[in-house]
């Protein structure tokens, strides 16, 4: 992928992603300027990723199979 296509998707991403996403992406940038991103030290990071992981456990959040993943993913690029 060119850096044209990969800018515009960025730009696509960054202008369709909620306040919480975009703070996110925000401090991985920052951090890959200053170095490392350590995700697993954020504590905002893991807190969501708690959540997520016993939502789907519990089943409150059904989740969705790897082929629907790629087709939502697929659809919301066109």
């Known amino acids: ?9 960025l ?3 960054i202008n369709d992603v909620d306040d ?3 703070e996110a992406m925000f401090a991985i ?3 890959g300027e200053n ?4 995700w697993w030290k954020d504590a905002d990071l893991m807190k969501e990723l708690d959540r997520r992981y016993n939502d789907l ?4 959040d059904k989740g969705m199979t790897l082929d629907e993943a790629t087709t939502h ?5 066109k």
Do not use: F, P, W
């Open 1 to 9: 992928m060119d850096t044209l296509t990969i800018r515009q998707k």
């Open 29 to 31: 940038i920052e951090d």
């Open 11 to 13: 730009h696509y991403y």
């Open 20 to 22: 919480e996403k975009a």
């Open 73 to 77: 993913l697929l659809n919301r690029l």
């Open 35 to 38: 170095g490392r991103y350590e």
């Open 57 to 60: 456990k519990s089943g409150k």
